[in-house]
């Protein structure tokens, strides 16, 4: 069975630009949630997808926009970066909703200059 | 959202236990409460779930207060692997998501 899978590992940007972070979820799974994680601060709640529609969103501007596909893998956008936006991007899955126990993979680690 | 409260840090011995307590309150009597750690430079990893009665699995037991607002995790025998950051989590009201707090880091020594 494989695991949860992010893409890329690092990425380096500068303010302004737009990144593209990728997941995979795990097999069998059709729920993709993604966090940031910002240096020493527990992960928090960007938004979810649940079979390719968006499902729940925490307190992030419109600039963080995502996207899940038929075979459930999904992407996170980030428009016009700022200096803040660097830090881990968590992607999790989970069969289901509701309280499904939630499978991280390894994040993406991303540096706005 | 309910909120969680643990402790910042905790230091333990090898082959020792470790009880790591965390406060939860306002949660809500259908919410469960989640347990995950977090190893350096690695994502998130479930440890152990549960709603009202004790639960046990290979890596930790989950001892829940009988009022719901309170548990506790607990490693039966800390190893040098087990240093990690423990998150206990509630999900929001929704339930789409894991509310993260700042979480317990746990030092092992040998």
């Known amino acids: 069975e494989t695991g949860v899978t992010q893409s890329p590992t690092h990425l380096i940007k500068t303010r302004g630009q737009q990144v593209t972070l990728r997941c995979s979820s795990q097999s069998g799974h059709n729920t993709v949630s993604w966090y940031q994680q910002a240096l020493g601060q527990g992960p928090q709640f960007i938004f979810q997808y649940y079979r390719e529609e968006e499902n729940g969103r925490g307190n992030f501007p419109p600039r963080f926009s995502g996207l899940q596909f038929p075979n459930y893998s999904s992407e996170l956008n980030v428009n016009a970066l700022e200096l803040d936006d660097s830090a881990l991007y968590l992607c999790a899955s989970s069969q289901g909703l509701l309280g499904e126990t939630q499978y991280f993979g390894p994040g993406t680690r991303l540096l706005v200059l | 959202d309910a909120k969680t409260t643990q402790p910042n840090s905790m230091e333990s011995n090898e082959e020792e236990p470790v009880h790591l307590p965390c406060n939860h309150s306002t949660i809500s009597g259908t919410d469960y409460i989640h347990w995950y750690r977090q190893l350096p430079s690695q994502g998130p990893e479930y440890v152990i779930h549960?709603?009202?009665s004790n639960v046990n699995n290979r890596m930790a037991s989950l001892a829940i207060a009988e009022d719901r607002k309170s548990s506790t995790l607990i490693l039966h025998r800390a190893t040098l692997r087990d240093a990690a950051v423990y998150y206990c989590?509630?999900?929001?009201?929704?339930?789409?998501?894991?509310?993260f707090g700042k979480g317990t880091t746990l030092s092992v020594s040998s």
């Open positions: 989590i509630t999900p929001n009201q929704a339930g789409t998501a894991l509310i």
């Open positions: 549960g709603l009202t």
